[in-house]
């Protein structure tokens, strides 16, 4: 049955609200939603009636927050507190979504996960579509969750336990044969719940506070929030710069500060190192919620994590402003820092050797292996740029009718997938005498790191390889935050799935390429670049496994999830 799903907001944010719905058509085409709003109310009906009865069936509830809709007598104070009250009671689940810049601290949903990702509001994106698109992903991933086979509770594991890697899982369902699960991994799992409650006695019975530590010994009664870095996008990311240059804070639990003070924030270099902090503002207090009154954001757009992995709040007189934190810790209030032990010069060693600050630079900031090819900037990035290419160029060969141009784009396809150096061997089938040769200029540096592993270079791990490889190396690195264990786990099991669909669409250029052209223009070669560019799009976008419902995450919502690794949690000082 379809989830019925309200969405509750200002007329003046109607344009907003149609992008949105143009977004969720494929969910309603799926038939996973029926989406209703008050433009839906037929002509002589009773409207207010019309929308408490569907507000009242709705099983989950957008707010869809700005400005206009907190000013909004009914729609804050009316459907948004028929939504909480349904939230509360379990009858229903609220989505926060922003709009727009809004401060919505203290708001009665202000403590349920918003979208887009880390609440960044949509029209604060570089690209609306990307932010719309990541807010139709995060509600799909909640669709998955409220079916039954989801809401199976997992146990609890260790934050020293690794990453599983598995080998690649079969295709979706939408391509090929749907998944078998064997009784194997359900037999894990019982032990691993057994050894977990074992654990838990031990854990309780000696009191060994310290393995619920989540940095620095310090005990989570002193959490109070999180730190974390985003992206504006407001500037070309391919020279490491619009990436990671805004910061925000939320916190919690935060008393007013004295009469005559207010509370600073600041990004810290690393330990060790001689830089100049970075004054961040003033942090805004309400109902005992801390954050900055908007996220900072780099001048430059230079990418703070590749300087900054430290932050502290002080209170000091609000006259004059303090150019630096103050030397003297009495006035030191909160700070956190990313782990950073044990210390690698520049970041340059054996990947299990690497802190957890060194993983998130590589992929987030800057990787020693791509800058040896001129390519500035972290995995992340080109893991996304990347798969975004091979979408475009397949979407440009759908429906061509030039040989040439279609052999051209699909060994630009194959050329970022293995690489320039394994190109060669993608060709061997070709047709002959054809002009299977690449069009794109800039393939010699883009391609040097390519997506997948080749066997002819085993010195060069593909990028959907290294990152993984970080994953698993990041969850044992000392001081690794839960939440960084979790989206690891989550991330890892995904690539499995991203990677078995590259291998189809590298096995589907292939064939297309060793068609004469005859073939690669009619039928045959129109079906397989279809079905191609189906593929890639899953690739860059998602699924929905047809038959259990299930969410497939694709590279866009994964770069978002590896963007999100880059949290610091705050404990008072």
């Known amino acids: ?57 709705a099983d989950i509830i957008l707010l869809l927050v700005s400005p206009d809709f907190m000013n909004s007598n009914y729609c804050y104070g009316i459907e948004m507190k028929q939504a909480i009250d349904r939230h509360n009671a379990g009858e229903a689940r609220v989505i926060p979504i922003l709009l727009r810049p809004t401060d919505w601290q203290g708001a009665p949903f202000d403590k349920l996960q918003a979208l887009p990702t880390n ?62 699960k064997g009784l194997r991994q359900h037999k894990r799992r019982g032990v691993r719940i057994v050894l977990i409650a074992l ?48 910061f925000q804070v939320n916190l919690s639990n935060v008393p007013l500060p004295q009469a005559g003070n207010s509370y600073y924030a600041w990004l810290l270099p690393d330990l060790n190192q001689e830089a100049s902090p970075r004054a ?71 990947i299990n050797q690497l802190n957890d600050l060194c993983h998130l630079r590589h992929l987030l900031s800057g990787d020693p292996k791509l800058a040896q090819v001129n390519l500035p900037g972290g995995l992340n990035y080109w893991f996304l740029h ?54 794109d200029g800039t393939l010699m540096k883009v391609a040097a790191i ?38 690891a786990k989550d991330i890892s099991t995904e690539f499995n799935t991203i990677n078995a669909w590259l291998r189809q669409v590298q096995q589907d250029a292939r064939q297309l390429v060793a068609m004469d052209d005859p073939h690669l223009v009619l039928a045959e070669g129109k079906r397989l670049r279809s079905e191609m560019e189906t593929l890639v799009g899953a690739v860059l976008n998602g699924s929905i496994d047809p038959n259990t419902g299930t969410a497939e995450n694709g590279v866009a919502r994964i770069a978002a999830q590896i963007q999100q690794l880059a949290i610091m949690d705050v404990t008072r000082y």
């Open 199 to 246: 654990l838990m006695v031990v854990v309780v019975s000696s009191g060994l506070v310290a393995l619920f530590v989540s940095r620095g010994g310090s005990p989570t009664v002193n959490m109070v929030g999180h730190a974390f870095f985003t992206s504006s996008g407001a500037a070309p990311g391919a020279n490491n710069m619009g990436i990671n240059d805004r």
């Open 280 to 350: 961040l503002g003033t942090l805004m207090v309400t109902n005992g919620v801390a954050s900055l009154p908007s996220p900072y954001v780099d001048p430059q757009h230079d990418n703070l994590l590749s300087y900054f992995s430290r932050f502290l709040v002080t209170e000091e007189p609000k006259s004059p402003v303090p150019l630096n934190p103050s030397l003297d810790k009495g006035t030191w209030r909160y700070d956190a820092e990313i782990p950073q032990n044990p210390p690698a010069k520049d970041c340059v060693a054996v």
């Open 119 to 180: 609440a960044e509001p949509i029209t604060c994106w570089r690209n609306r579509d990307n932010a719309f698109l990541d807010v139709e992903q995060g509600i799909r991933k909640d669709i998955q969750q409220m079916t039954p086979k989801s809401e199976v509770p997992v146990p609890l594991e260790r934050a020293t336990e690794p990453v599983p890697v598995s080998k690649p899982i079969a295709l979706p369902d939408f391509l090929q044969h749907s998944r078998k």
């Open 1 to 57: 049955m379809a989830i019925k799903i309200f969405c509750c907001y200002a007329h003046e944010d109607e344009e907003l609200l149609n992008k949105l719905k143009v977004q969720l058509r494929p969910l309603e085409r799926e038939s996973l939603i029926e989406l209703w709003h008050d433009r839906d109310i037929s002509a002589g009906t009773e409207w207010e009636h019309e929308i408490d009865a569907h507000l009242a069936a």
């Open 386 to 439: 990347n798969v975004k290419e091979i979408q475009k160029w397949a979407g440009e060969i759908v429906d061509r009718n030039d040989p040439v141009g279609i052999r051209h784009k699909l060994v630009d396809i194959l050329s970022l997938l293995d690489g320039m150096h394994c190109i060669a061997q993608d060709l061997l089938p070709a047709a002959p005498g054809r002009e299977n040769t690449p069009d």
């Open 450 to 487: 390519p997506l997948l592993d080749c066997s002819l270079t085993l010195n060069v791990t593909g990028c959907l390889s290294h990152i993984h490889h970080h994953l698993n190396a990041m969850v044992l690195s000392p001081g690794v935050l839960q939440e960084q264990v979790t989206l």
